[in-house]
Structures are given as C-alpha cells and as structure tokens.
C-alpha cells in the first residue's frame, strides 16, 4: 500500500514570495491533516479536512496560508506572502476518518522543508 | 486545551540497554489515547505504541513498554535491548477528538 505523498521535498524562498505544498493521501482516507514542524519543536496542527469540508482550522494564520482539498483526495497548502518565521517542515498525513468512540490512526508523509530566507 | 511536556530535550544510552522517555500532559477529557512516536533523519513519523486511557493495562509492542499513570498524567516510554536504529527524535502525543497535541521531543542517540 502506499503511503501519503508529498512534494516538493524541500523549498528555499525570499520572504514576501508565495509557495505551494501539495499532498496524496493513502488512498480511501477521508481525513487528511496539515503540520507544521518547526525546528526544535513537535508538530503543530494547522488545518484538519473530512473529505473536502474544513474540521478544524484554528491554528492557521488565515491572512497568510489557505489550503484546500478539492474532490476530497489531494490537499494543496499555500503561503503567500512568506515570513522568516515561516521556515519549518510541512506535515501531511491522512487516517481513515472521523470514528466517535475509537482513534483512527495517522499515517505522516515525508514532510516539505520550506526554507524562507 | 491540552498539552504534552517531555522534560528530556536530549538522551543518551549504549546499544543494548534500557532507556525511558518521559512525558506529563494535561487535559480535562476523560476519553483519550496517547501515542509515541519516532522521527528519524528522514523526517518521516512513525508510529511505536499506543495507549487507550480506558485500559488499565500499559501497552507493549515488542522491545517497546509503556508506563501509563492516569492519575498522574504520565505516559512513559521504555525501550529495552536498544539498537543503532532507534536513534530518533521521540514524540510523545496526545490525541483527544481527532486532534493530536505533540510534545516538543526528545532526541534519543543509541551509542555503538
């Protein structure tokens, strides 16, 4: 089976540019996560989908980053304008879906490493 | 809301021994779970273990233990017979209605 696909693998930027994250979920996984991992830190939620409808997003910095996941499969993440303080690693991954009385488990894709310079 | 403390930043062993991870976290949900996780160089999360907060018994997955403290909020990882490839970052997690809350980890070298 495969596991979540994400791309680029690593990004440099200039602060003020725009940059994209895209990611594959493991195929029939409803739910698909955004992290961002900052140097030093344990991940940090960003946005949560079930299939293509928002869960959670009270953590993205909503005058910067916006995502979306059309179709409910592939999600695309994106910063514009970039900030130094951007610079992290880009979680993606994806678990089965929402279950009311058990934990579905999330399997993590390889990460971007944005790098705003 | 939640969150997860690991008070070690850095641990250290010989290949072969035993080493325990720390983790305390707080929250007011009664129904949760608790995860470890590992982060090689790669950057890829890998799950080790998994514990239910209803379950009275600590979870074990091969040379992975846990010792689970509900009433202490304490949720430490054993690692015995430890090899080269151990070598990791150590997430602790706590998941509560689908949202998982990382602590910020512990780097784990497994010296030969």
């Known amino acids: 089976e495969a596991g979540v696909a994400q791309s680029p693998r690593y990004k440099i930027i200039e602060k003020r540019q725009s940059v994209a994250f895209w990611c594959n979920p493991i195929?029939?996984?409803?739910?698909l996560y955004w992290y961002q991992q900052i140097l030093g830190q344990g991940p940090k939620l960003l946005i949560q989908f079930q299939n293509n409808g928002v869960v959670d997003d009270s953590q993205l910095p909503k005058d910067r980053f916006s995502a979306e996941r059309l179709k409910g499969v592939d999600s695309t993440l994106k910063i514009q304008p970039a900030k130094l303080e951007d610079s992290a690693v880009y979680l993606c991954?994806?678990?089965?879906?929402?279950?009311?009385?058990?934990?579905?488990?999330?399997?993590f894709g390889p990460g971007t490493r944005l790098t705003v310079l | 809301a939640q969150t997860v403390t690991q008070s070690q930043p850095e641990m250290s062993v010989q290949e072969a021994e035993t080493v325990t991870l720390s983790c305390t976290y707080d929250?007011?949900?009664?129904?949760?779970?608790l995860f470890w996780y590992k982060q090689p160089p790669s950057r890829q999360m890998i799950l080790v273990i998994r514990?239910?907060?209803?379950?009275?018994q600590n979870a074990t997955e091969n040379r992975f233990s846990v010792n689970f403290q509900k009433a202490a909020k304490s949720f430490s990882l054993k690692i015995s017979d430890s090899q080269l490839g151990d070598t990791a970052m150590y997430f602790c997690a706590f998941g509560g209605a689908q949202k998982l809350v990382f602590g910020q980890g512990t780097r784990l070298t497994i010296n030969p």
């Open positions: 929250t007011s949900e009664s129904n949760y779970y």
């Open positions: 514990q239910e907060a209803y379950k009275q």
């Open positions: 991954a994806s678990s089965l879906g929402l279950a009311a009385r058990s934990y579905n488990e999330q399997f």
């Open positions: 195929s029939g996984h409803a739910t």
